[in-house]
Every structure is written in structure tokens, then in C-alpha cells.
């Protein structure tokens, strides 16, 4: 679920939140209205709690995937959460570049291709990396909710055997799992993000 879930991000929140900061004011593409957009978008998707947003998304998921129960089924909320989110990391994340590196590659008459390719996206690749890292950790929870309403995974063993059967046990294991599998995302990101850091 949540490997669906970060494809999708990567695939869509990337380029979303790179042209969310392209077409803020003072950048290469600057678009008031198309930013409007995109910013609503991102904020109305990220404002709904994720339990509600799988509610909500029910009909979606029926609609694509003939069924709301499963893993797959708990893909598509997941997946539609991951998209805003990532997209909001990377806009921050491109925000930190310095104003006055994209000032000289535009004086150098980098195309704006050029400049998202060489100097945006590689400047800021260490905080791409750690939001990756963050949106990785948040959906692994996120994954673990969607077991509530029948999403599988983790979260479905630890609801149906550990609290609905009192195997306090099974609880005990699913939590120490989502702890160990959450602390190895997040050292590995930070691990990658330090490489590449060259600042």
C-alpha cells in the first residue's frame, strides 16, 4: 500500500509541487491564477483527516477498482493523500534554494528547462530526499488507519487479532514492527540525503 502510495507521490506530487513553486510570484513561470489553483487543490486534499478521506474516496475506489476492501482498494486514498503531501515537501523543499543561484543561471541564459533540471532539482535534492523520507514514515501510519476500515496490513492484524480478540501480544509486535520499519525509512533517508548533501 504504501509502495503504491510513494510511486504515485513521485510520479504526481513532484511535478505538482514543482510547478505549484514554478508559478508562485517572483518565479520562472509566474502564473497567479494557475498558482491559486494548485495551491487550493493541495490544501483542500490535506486538510481532510485521513480517516475521512477514505470514507469520502469510497465511491472512487469502488468505481476503479470494483471493491473497497483489501490493500489495493486502501491504495487509491493512500495514493490520492501522498500526492498533495510530497507536492507541499517539494515546493518547501525548492523554496530553499537561494534566489540568487537561479538569479545566475537565468543570466547565463539557462533555458527554464536547464534551470529546473540543473540547478532547482540538484540544489535541492537533499531536501527532496528527506521529504520523500517524511511522507514514507507519515504513510506507513497512515497505512496502518486504513486497516481500520478493512485496508489490510498492519493495522488490520493489530485491530482485528490484538484488540478485537485482546491479544495484547499481536499488539505488542505490530507496534515493535511499524517502530523498526519506521526508524530503518527514516536512517536510510537521512543516510541518502546526507550523501548527496554538497553543500
Do not use: C
Not at 490535506?46 to 477514505?54: A, C, E, G, Q, Y
Not at 537561479?102 to 527554464?112: C, K, N
Not at 493495522?155 to 526508524?183: C, E, K, N, P, S
Request: no cysteine.
Amino acid at each position: 500500500m504504501v509502495g503504491t502510495a510513494m510511486i504515485a507521490a513521485i510520479l504526481f506530487g513532484i511535478p505538482l509541487g514543482l510547478l505549484t513553486f514554478l508559478t508562485s510570484k517572483g518565479q520562472l513561470l509566474e502564473q497567479k491564477i494557475i498558482n491559486g489553483i494548485l495551491n487550493s487543490i493541495v490544501n483542500i486534499v490535506r486538510s481532510f483527516p485521513f480517516i475521512i478521506l477514505l470514507v469520502a474516496l469510497i465511491p472512487l475506489t469502488r468505481a476503479l477498482l470494483g471493491t473497497t476492501v483489501g490493500p489495493t482498494a486502501a491504495s487509491v486514498p493512500l495514493s490520492i493523500a501522498a500526492i498533495p503531501y510530497l507536492a507541499r515537501l517539494v515546493e518547501q523543499s525548492l523554496r530553499e534554494v537561494p534566489k540568487g543561484t537561479i538569479e545566475a543561471a537565468v543570466a547565463m541564459g539557462g533555458s527554464p528547462l536547464q534551470i529546473i533540471l540543473k540547478v532547482l532539482l540538484l540544489e535541492a535534492r537533499s531536501g527532496l530526499v528527506l521529504g520523500l523520507t517524511v511522507t514514507a514514515v507519515s504513510f506507513i501510519s497512515y497505512s496502518a488507519i486504513a486497516g481500520v476500515v478493512g485496508g489490510g496490513g498492519i493495522g488490520d492484524l493489530a485491530i482485528r487479532y490484538g484488540y478485537y480478540r485482546f491479544q495484547t501480544d499481536i499488539m505488542v509486535i505490530t507496534v515493535f514492527l511499524l517502530i523498526i520499519l519506521v526508524q530503518s525509512v527514516q536512517f536510510i533517508g537521512n543516510l541518502i540525503a546526507i550523501k548527496i548533501d554538497k553543500r
